[in-house]
């Protein structure tokens, strides 16, 4: 989860340059001989200025201010090409090259499951799942630098090992990053909900994203979801039940009155307009259980304290 102030409902800013169809980071037009060779996951489009490279879906972020401190920034720089992988780019500064797969065993020096943690934020859920499963070689993929700078510092001081990451957007990663059926689980905590019905569009949890997803999961891997906005909990269920390659692990779990949905609507969470109960009553659940290693971090307390409900969802992917 992309830390930013309360998900903003609001278009993208000078800072902030993520529109749905994202252009190059600088604006400019690419080299017209690279125009003809665009990887996946981008599209041509016209425009007064000339031809431009767009993405051709929603990205896994929203960019935020990329300034560390002078010690945070020596770090980075110490460990920019072993714990932060390199990467090499295509149109825009968070874009992944087709040529980029990893070689886990390579890559983290053990041949443990992969588990690919993605919008981590600050890392609190990299970081507690890495020292719970040494075993297990843990991927952290985020935009935020000074996010990833402060899990490296953490990783570093603490002496834990199994951690890598990589400064990208997450759909790339999938694509170029991860070979196919290769991680055991993806977590996506805490995504942007683009609240605004406008904004929907712009989520990350939509059907071609969870295809990019099963493709890098092994078979029986496991998809793991949270968010703490009902509407998005209803959304992101909705998508997963219909996507052909996972099945709800806890299907029928907690619906009805016990339904944190039923709840969320009655209190008129999301959005201070209660719900009557014919209209708030989810007859559907499916929700999991809260995720052994997944702390509970600053973000979702606040969202706890303003009486926000936590809705977890775990999926399967069938064999």
């Not at 169809?21 to 665009?38: E, F, R, V, W, Y």
């Not at 170029?176 to 805490?190: G, K, L, N, R, T």
């Not at 059907?207 to 793991?224: E, I, M, N, W």
Request: proline fraction near 8%; glycine fraction near 6%; aromatic fraction near 8%.
């Amino acid at each position: 989860m992309t830390p930013t102030s309360d998900h903003p409902d609001t278009p993208n800013t000078p800072q902030d340059p993520m529109p749905i169809h994202l252009q190059n980071d600088d604006d400019s037009l690419p080299d017209a001989k690279l125009i003809d060779k665009i990887p996946k996951g981008y599209q041509k489009i016209e425009t007064r200025q000339g031809v431009k490279v767009v993405r051709d879906g929603p990205v896994s972020f929203v960019r935020r201010e990329l300034s560390m401190s002078p010690a945070r920034q020596r770090l980075w720089q110490d460990h920019l090409g072993t714990t932060i992988l390199p990467v090499t780019r295509t149109f825009a500064d968070t874009s992944v090259a087709p040529q980029s797969q990893l070689s886990v065993s390579d890559v983290w020096g053990q041949a443990g499951p992969l588990i690919v943690d993605i919008g981590v934020g600050h890392g609190e859920s990299t970081f507690a799942g890495a020292v719970q499963h040494p075993q297990a070689n843990f991927l952290a993929v985020e935009v935020y630098r000074p996010g990833l700078g402060k899990l490296l510092d953490r990783v570093v001081t603490e002496g834990v090992t199994n951690v890598r990451m990589v400064e990208a957007n997450a759909p790339e990663v999938l694509d170029h990053m991860i070979p196919a059926d290769a991680a055991q689980e993806i977590w996506i905590f805490f995504s942007d909900p683009w609240q605004k019905n406008r904004y929907h569009k712009r989520r990350l949890i939509q059907s071609k994203f969870l295809d990019q997803v099963a493709r890098a999961l092994t078979p029986g891997g496991v998809l793991r979801l949270a968010t703490d906005w009902s509407n998005y909990a209803a959304h992101m269920r909705q998508v997963a039940d219909a996507h052909p390659a996972f099945d709800n692990l806890h299907p029928e779990r907690l619906a009805g009155m016990d339904s944190p949905l039923t709840l969320a609507r009655l209190h008129g969470t999301d959005d201070d307009t209660p719900q009557p109960l014919e209209e708030a009553l989810d007859e559907v659940g499916g929700w999991a259980p809260r995720f052994e290693t997944r702390p509970v971090t600053s973000f979702e307390a606040k969202a706890q304290r303003a009486g926000r409900y936590i809705f977890d969802l775990a999926y399967r992917k069938i064999s």
